[in-house]
């Protein structure tokens, strides 16, 4: 097996977002290399291209894909060349106190926090320099070298696209409603904030039987679209009157508030919606260093709850598989989240378009 030549995006703070050839050296041991046939744009990326996640590093982003197996290093037993596969961008080490108790979405033992593989390497790289995959992905790029437990083997007939957006807002945003918050039939709940993390979680509660649903964000596409994925209720969040249009909408209140932006006030304004007793779910993350102050009084005496979501709570091996399943039976509107499909050089225009909520989920598709 040898090194590939591949163009993939690479972000620097000197340069910002710019097209490379790089080279992307052979699978090792249980790693294996998968050609990318579609990688989803996400504002995680985004954070990074904005400084919200700081790194000096040179990062090829991307981390919400789908592709083929093309080589396999000599210790991998669970995948074969031409398997389709979902990029994982938090893969259990299988070995941490959390990966033991099965709560592979809080491993401590991966380096992807880091952009490093399990090994705390890379596999990429410009003449002779290294360059670091983003989150372990790096998947805004024709190819990508993974570890096996981070390529997960879903059915041929699944799309492409929507195996991309399964590998992070759909996983996100579906296991928000099911895995961390086990949202049950004929709860209230609202999601505030509806891209393609707020989608998923509008067609997750969809799925879980949730009523009403309450759409809020403040772009007039991103509410048309919620109300395509089932949301009951679509509210901008920029109304003056929007308590009021929420006691309406939900006259018992609403037992979940799903905040999926990342942003203090949002936050904030999550804890006031939510009912006493009900909880809040963070699926937004936040620039590292923001805090957000807490009216902790009223949290304590009214029992709310405020719920960390990292990852939908998933177990990559166990719900990509039967997200798939559950998408070909009909039962999960995904084909609706897919927006534009972009080339790679078009994701840079993409993530300006994200900064202004115009659209849906833009897909870079590679030939
Ligand atoms: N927890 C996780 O594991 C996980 C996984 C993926 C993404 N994320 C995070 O989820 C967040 C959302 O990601 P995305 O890709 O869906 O982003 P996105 O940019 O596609 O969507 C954000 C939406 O929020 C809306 N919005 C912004 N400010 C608002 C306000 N004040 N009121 C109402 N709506 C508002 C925007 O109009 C937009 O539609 C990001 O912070 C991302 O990093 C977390
Ligand atoms: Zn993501
Ligand atoms: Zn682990």
């Known amino acids: 097996m040898t090194s590939l030549s591949i163009q993939a995006l690479v972000h620097s703070p000197a340069d910002g977002l710019t097209v490379h050839e790089l080279t992307l050296r052979a699978p090792r041991g249980s790693e294996v290399r998968v050609q990318v046939k579609a990688s989803g744009v ?20 991307g981390h919400e894909a789908a592709g083929i197996v093309e080589a396999v290093g000599e210790d991998v037993t669970g995948l074969v060349v031409g398997d389709h596969v979902v990029l994982s961008w938090f893969p259990p080490c299988h070995a941490c106190a959390a990966c033991l108790r099965g709560e592979q979405w809080l491993c401590t033992g991966n380096m992807c926090n880091e952009h490093r593989l399990p090994d705390g390497g890379t596999a990429l790289s410009q003449d002779g320099a290294e360059v670091y995959p983003f989150i372990g992905v790096g998947a805004l790029a024709e190819y990508v070298v993974v570890p096996e437990a981070a390529a997960i083997k879903i059915p041929d007939a699944l799309p492409f696209a929507i195996g991309a957006l399964i590998g992070c807002s759909v996983a996100t945003g579906v296991g928000a409603v099911l895995n961390t918050a086990g949202v049950r039939p004929g709860q209230a709940a609202a999601v505030l904030g509806c891209g393609g993390v707020g989608q998923a979680t509008v067609a997750g509660l969809v799925l879980a039987g949730a009523d009403p649903v309450v759409a809020i964000d403040l772009s007039a596409d991103r509410l048309a679209l919620a109300r395509t994925v089932g949301a009951t209720h679509a509210l901008p969040g920029d109304a003056p009157d929007l308590a009021a249009a929420i006691a309406q909408a939900a006259p018992d209140g609403l037992d979940y508030v799903f905040e999926a932006i990342g942003r203090v006030e949002t936050i904030n304004r999550a804890i006031e919606l939510v009912n006493p007793g009900g909880a809040v779910v963070l699926e937004g993350l936040t620039p590292l260093d923001a805090r957000v102050p807490l009216d902790a009084y009223a949290l304590a005496a009214e029992g709310k709850r405020l719920l ?14 039967a997200l798939a399943e559950r998408y070909l039976a009909g039962e999960l509107p995904l084909d609706a989240l897919v927006g534009p499909a972009i080339t790679l050089p078009g994701a840079i225009d993409a993530f300006e378009d994200m900064r202004h909520a115009r659209g849906g989920r833009a897909v870079v598709v590679f030939d």
Do not use: K, M, T
């Not at 996400?42 to 996640?53: E, K, P, V």
């Not at 960390?308 to 598989?321: E, I, K, L, Q, T």
């Open 42 to 61: 996400c504002h995680s990326d985004l954070h990074l291209i904005d400084g919200d996640w700081p790194s000096d590093e040179r990062l090829v982003p």
């Open 308 to 321: 960390g979501c990292n990852y939908g709570s998933s177990v990559a091996s166990r719900d990509f598989p």
